[in-house]
């Protein structure tokens, strides 16, 4: 297939790229609105209360991991289409009710849902998407990936700005979740004849389902597959979460100043997915996968060492072009490279290694900014994740795949897909 061959979309495609959108804005706007709420709710973020905001972290992330973890079970009964259109409904909800919240354990509470929400949103879309484009999916993850970028980048500059305009953080929290009944509805609406969303065609029982999450996990490749995805998401993560702390600390920025920074980071993502997604062909992945990271330890290395904060835009920027395509390429080429086992239930298994990533890095990043009095060392993980990405991608692709002997029943189970 040509790179340039025209890119096909759907109903079904605006339905989970507004999705991805929804979600990124459901998760970026509660950091930027959390100090206004804190004085409306009345917990301080000072001396000592940012417990409280860890808090709200933690209500998202447990029910997350449990709801994609379940999110199998679910989808085999109910099916992807109306397990994506209620998951993205309980995200409205959710911000609703944030919005709504009168103390701190009413928004604790409503967090929680949405969290759930989100949990099986990042576990089944990229699946979702597979199935509509089960030719060329990765250009189409890429694509459904930058919406995650495009959202961040809505919600850094336009909530940030209005919140500069005095607009309540109420509102937009209620914006947030009333953008979600867009991809709500298109998903959940009854379906045109002759374009229905391809479902399974068969039912699969909760034993099968649990003994394809057996088979998955046993598989020592999709293991090194989640490692690479986990030390990723860790990489990308710090740069996510402290690069606006750091700008504003080590830079004595506003917070407008640390806005721009993170927004510049979404905008190199947007870019960067987008690039992949319309470019690279599906058999060129690898290659890419290896090329941005080298790329991104090139540009990263370079963060902590910079003293002018112009320039610390600059490398944000083109860290943002360089992470982008990793993870969704990643998730495309390790079902590629692990053909005999389900590809639904081998994505939501890949973006559950976010979570470990995700939590690990930052506790050692933590650990780093206490030992070294700041955040500036913490930040050569970033490289290092990139070149360890880099590495295990090489040696991977040296592997063999699985050869399937008739005789192994463990593979011949049903498939979701």
Same mark, same amino acid.
């Given at each position: ?5 025209k890119?096909?979309?759907g ?13 990124? +804005?459901?998760v970026?706007?509660?950091?930027? %609105?959390?100090?206004?709420m804190?004085?409306d $709710? ?5 001396d ?5 905001? @860890? ?6 992330w ?20 109306? @397990?994506?259109?209620? +998951?993205t ?7 609703? =009710?944030? +919005?709504?919240?009168?103390? &701190? ?7 929680m849902?949405?969290?759930? +929400? ?13 199935s509509l484009?089960p ?7 890429? &694509? ?7 959202g961040?980048?809505? %919600? ?11 607009v ?7 914006t ?11 998903? /959940?609406?009854?379906?045109s ?28 490749k999709?293991?090194?597959? &989640? ?11 710090i ?9 504003q600390?080590?830079f ?21 997915? @987008?690039f992949?997604g ?7 992945f ?7 990271a ?9 963060f ?13 920027? =083109? ?8 993870w969704?390429? =990643?998730?495309?080429?390790? %079902?590629?490279? /692990? ?31 206490v030992?070294?009095?700041? $955040? ?12 360890i990405?880099?590495? $295990? ?22 498939? $979701?897909s």
């Amino acid at each position: 297939m040509n790179a340039q061959a025209k890119i096909s979309l759907g109903r079904f495609d605006g339905a989970i790229f507004s999705t991805f959108f929804s979600y990124s +804005a459901g998760v970026q706007i509660i950091p930027i %609105t959390l100090v206004l709420m804190s004085e409306d $709710l009345g917990f301080s973020l000072k001396d000592g209360g940012f417990a409280e905001g @860890t808090a709200l972290q933690i209500a998202r992330w447990i029910p997350g991991l449990l709801s994609a973890l379940l999110c199998g079970f679910i989808v085999a009964k109910y099916g992807k289409r109306k @397990t994506l259109g209620v +998951a993205t409904g309980l995200i409205s909800i959710g911000m609703t =009710l944030c +919005a709504l919240a009168p103390t &701190f354990k009413f928004i604790t509470l409503s967090i929680m849902i949405a969290g759930a +929400a989100s949990g099986i949103i990042g576990a089944l879309s990229a699946s979702f998407i597979r199935s509509l484009h089960p030719t060329e999916p990765g250009r189409y993850i890429n &694509f459904l990936n930058s919406f995650w970028s495009i959202g961040t980048v809505f %919600t850094v500059f336009i909530a940030g700005g209005l919140l500069l305009l005095g607009v309540s953080w109420r509102i937009l929290l209620l914006t947030t979740g009333l953008l979600a009944v867009i991809p709500t509805v298109l998903l /959940l609406m009854p379906e045109s004849k002759g374009k229905e969303y391809p479902e399974f065609p068969i039912k699969v029982s909760a034993k099968d389902i649990l003994s394809q999450m057996i088979s998955i996990i046993r598989d020592k490749k999709f293991m090194l597959f &989640f490692s690479i995805m986990a030390i990723h998401a860790g990489g990308e993560g710090i740069f996510m979460f402290w690069s606006a702390s750091y700008i504003q600390i080590n830079f004595s920025a506003s917070s407008w100043a640390a806005g721009i920074g993170a927004g510049l980071l979404a905008v190199g993502m947007v870019i960067g997915r @987008t690039f992949a997604g319309y470019f690279l062909e599906q058999r060129h992945f690898k290659n890419a996968i290896i090329y941005f990271a080298i790329f991104g330890v090139a540009v990263s290395i370079t963060f902590p060492l910079i003293t002018e904060l112009w320039v610390i835009f600059v490398v944000l920027f =083109l860290s943002g072009i360089a992470t982008a395509p990793i993870w969704p390429s =990643l998730t495309s080429y390790c %079902t590629e490279r /692990l053909g005999h086992l389900d590809n639904t239930m081998t994505m939501i298994l890949l973006t559950i290694s976010a979570t470990p990533g995700g939590v690990i890095f930052m506790l050692i990043v933590g650990y780093i900014a206490v030992v070294k009095g700041g $955040l500036t060392d913490a930040f050569y993980l970033v490289p290092l994740c990139f070149f360890i990405v880099a590495t $295990l991608i090489y040696i991977e692709s040296r592997l063999k795949s699985k050869s399937i002997s008739p005789d192994d029943n463990s593979y011949n189970l049903p498939k $979701l897909s």
